[in-house]
Every structure is written in structure tokens, then in C-alpha cells.
């Protein structure tokens, strides 16, 4: 089974800087999109960002600019850049992947989500 792991969450001051990483781990043929999305309280799952394996990257247009993705294939690892951060951001971080398996020698595509990282934009 895969499994999402993601680490860097975490308090940070406004203004500042922080970087999200995820690691799919398991029995994975390859990865097709791998992406953040966040949900801040009574609010619903909100995209954040997406890369492809082709390094085609989709931003939430609120965060073109703050906020960079990007992935390191052989690690099977995507990360989230993130600066200027704001109160605003605060949410709980989700990392998603989309990851083809094979299984019986065929390939099975599955959509991933990870437990979720806190960040906190506080001072």
C-alpha cells in the first residue's frame, strides 16, 4: 500500500518562510500528479497547488507567486515552497498524489491523500 509521509509543518511567523515536503513510499510503478491542497477550519479542501510528472504545475491563482511546487521524481517526493506567508494561510496541508501500481502485471491508477501537516502563520 502507499503511503503518503509529510514532514516540515509547523509555527511560523508572518512574513516568513516554510517548506513542505512529501514522500510516497511503497510498492509505486510511478506517479502521475502530485499536489498540495489545505482546508482551514470550516472550510472546505481547497486546491493549493499540482505538478505533473511532466513538471507541468497548476497554482491556485490567490498563491501564484508566494507558494512553488516541485518534485524529485526519484525520491518520489513533492515539496512546497512557501514565503510571505500569512495569518490567512493557516490550515491544515494535505499532500496528494495520484500513483500508478502494478498489480497481476497490470498497472491500477489510485488517488492518494496524505494524514495532513499543520501550519500556523502566527506571531
Known amino acids: 500500500q502507499v503511503q503518503l509521509v509529510e514532514s516540515g509543518g509547523g509555527l511560523v511567523q508572518p512574513g516568513g518562510s516554510l517548506r513542505l515536503s512529501c514522500a510516497a513510499s511503497?510498492?509505486?510503478?510511478?506517479?502521475?500528479?502530485m499536489g498540495w491542497y489545505r482546508q482551514a477550519p470550516g472550510k472546505q479542501r481547497d486546491l493549493v497547488a499540482v505538478i505533473t510528472s511532466g513538471n507541468i504545475t497548476n497554482y491556485a491563482d490567490s498563491l501564484k507567486g508566494r507558494f512553488t511546487i516541485s518534485r524529485d521524481n526519484a525520491k518520489n517526493t513533492v515539496y512546497l515552497q512557501m514565503s510571505g506567508l500569512k495569518p490567512e494561510d493557516t490550515a491544515v496541508y494535505y499532500c496528494?498524489?495520484?500513483?500508478?501500481?502494478?498489480?497481476?502485471?497490470?498497472?491500477?491508477?489510485?488517488?492518494?491523500w496524505g494524514e495532513g501537516t499543520q501550519v500556523t502563520v502566527s506571531s
Open positions: 511503497g510498492s509505486i510503478f510511478s506517479i502521475n500528479t
Open positions: 496528494h498524489a495520484v500513483v500508478a501500481i502494478a498489480t497481476m502485471g497490470r498497472l491500477f491508477e489510485y488517488s492518494y
